[in-house]
């Protein structure tokens, strides 16, 4: 069966500090990777996503990149955190489009920016 | 631009009672549609999806293009339906899915 792993599950970093979150997926090849961010009263903003190794689309203007060094692999970065960069950050995968279209989600990365 | 719309951000309820989560979509072609819920110390998972014209926990959701709206109902709340739900929109043939605010929902004893 497919699993999706993130970590670290809490981090707390300085402000100006660099940043990686890792994103694995286990049972599944070519995925589609999704990084969101979640935020109170926010809901769930969808930050890139990728289609493939080194394929990587960004969604909104920010401090933040992403990478996909492996398959199954999805990095979120920064080189110098922000204090709007806290949130909680959700991993997701899915089939190729016109597969089923359910989109799984990781446990999620709670990050506070000091 | 796709948009998901939920406006209510808190929905308190008693046990028993009817629940009905808002959701309404902008979009010009035909979108696809979701629920997503998340309970307390778990993973964001699907509910139900509106191509599949299904039940799930009790929970239903019917597209109405003419308002635009994927509203979420359930004739009888219970405490075990306590939870985040998030409305999501998807432009057919891509893999992008479009998150509302979502809406918590408490449903009291």
């Known amino acids: 069966s497919q699993t999706i792993h993130q970590w670290p599950a809490t981090l707390v970093q300085p402000v100006g500090s660099p940043l990686s979150l890792e994103c694995t997926v286990e049972?599944?090849?070519?995925?589609?990777l999704y990084w969101y961010r979640q935020a109170a009263g926010r809901g769930l903003q969808l930050l890139f996503y990728?289609?493939?190794?080194?394929?990587i689309s960004s969604e909104v203007p920010q401090n933040l990149s992403a990478s996909r060094p492996q398959d199954r692999q999805f990095i979120l970065s920064s080189k110098k955190l922000l204090l709007s960069d806290s949130g909680f950050y959700l991993c997701?995968?899915?089939?190729?489009?016109?597969?089923?279209?359910?989109?799984?989600f990781g446990p999620g990365t709670r990050l506070t920016v000091l | 631009a796709q948009r998901v719309t939920q406006p209510e951000k808190l929905l308190s309820v008693f046990k028993g009672a009817p629940v009905e989560l808002k959701c309404n979509y902008s979009?010009?072609?035909?979108?696809?549609l979701f629920w997503y819920v998340q309970y307390s110390r778990q993973r964001l998972q699907l509910l139900l999806r509106h191509i599949s014209r299904e039940s799930i926990k009790g929970f239903t959701a019917d597209l109405n293009k003419g308002e635009t709206s994927f509203h979420l109902k359930k004739p009888f709340a219970q405490e075990e339906d306590s939870a985040m739900y998030y409305c999501a929109s998807r432009a057919r043939g891509y893999n992008k899915l479009i998150f509302g605010a979502g809406t918590r929902l408490a449903v009291h004893p």
């Open positions: 979009y010009s072609g035909s979108p696809e």
């Open positions: 997701a995968w899915s089939v190729k489009a016109g597969g089923p279209d359910e989109q799984f």
């Open positions: 990728s289609v493939g190794i080194g394929q």
């Open positions: 049972g599944t090849s070519n995925p589609n």
